[in-house]
């Protein structure tokens, strides 16, 4: 109730070194108000999670932004909106390659306006995949 049909999670990770650990955004959290260094104290919209002891949480295809039924969502050239590793928000990123062969299906993006040593691969059905808005 009160959550807008459109609502994704978000998830940001722990900058604490020896911690990394992923935490669930609330749908009505906004990422651009955190903090740019984030660390499991700053959680305060789930106090169980607060501190880098607690389990990391969990998520499952529902937290997705995008539902995968099929890799026909994805082709080379395909803008996304993609979270890079280790950062909170999303980047515009392009599909350059594709990888559905192996046991976990994956693509390579690369992000608008980085060199392409910072491409990365992110697994299909990943909440770091957004559509591109």
Same mark, same amino acid.
Request: overall charge negative; proline content about 6%.
């Given at each position: 109730?009160? @959550?807008?049909?459109?609502?994704? %999670?978000?998830?940001?990770?722990?900058? /604490? #070194? !020896?911690?990394? &650990?992923w935490r669930k955004l609330p749908w009505h959290v906004d990422v651009d108000l955190l903090p740019e /260094?984030?660390?499991?104290?700053? /959680?305060?919209?789930?106090? !169980? =999670?607060?501190?880098?002891?607690? =389990?990391?949480?969990?998520?499952? @295809?529902?937290? %997705?932004?995008? !539902?995968?039924?099929? /890799?026909? *969502?994805?082709?080379?050239?395909?803008?996304? *909106?993609?979270?890079?590793?280790?950062?909170?928000?999303?980047?515009?990123?392009?599909?350059?390659?594709?990888?559905? !062969? =192996?046991?976990?299906?994956?693509?390579?993006?690369?992000?608008?306006?980085?060199?392409?040593?910072?491409?990365?691969?992110? *697994?299909?059905? =990943? #909440? &770091?995949?957004?559509?591109?808005?």
């Amino acid at each position: 109730e009160g @959550m807008p049909a459109q609502a994704v %999670a978000n998830w940001v990770q722990c900058e /604490n #070194p !020896k911690c990394l &650990k992923w935490r669930k955004l609330p749908w009505h959290v906004d990422v651009d108000l955190l903090p740019e /260094n984030f660390f499991c104290r700053d /959680n305060i919209w789930n106090p !169980k =999670s607060q501190t880098c002891d607690a =389990s990391e949480d969990e998520w499952d @295809m529902e937290d %997705a932004p995008v !539902k995968f039924d099929t /890799n026909d *969502d994805f082709e080379v050239g395909v803008w996304f *909106d993609v979270q890079r590793e280790g950062k909170v928000g999303y980047h515009e990123a392009q599909v350059i390659e594709l990888d559905f !062969k =192996s046991n976990v299906k994956r693509v390579k993006f690369h992000f608008w306006k980085l060199s392409s040593e910072r491409d990365e691969w992110i *697994d299909v059905g =990943s #909440p &770091k995949i957004a559509p591109h808005h």
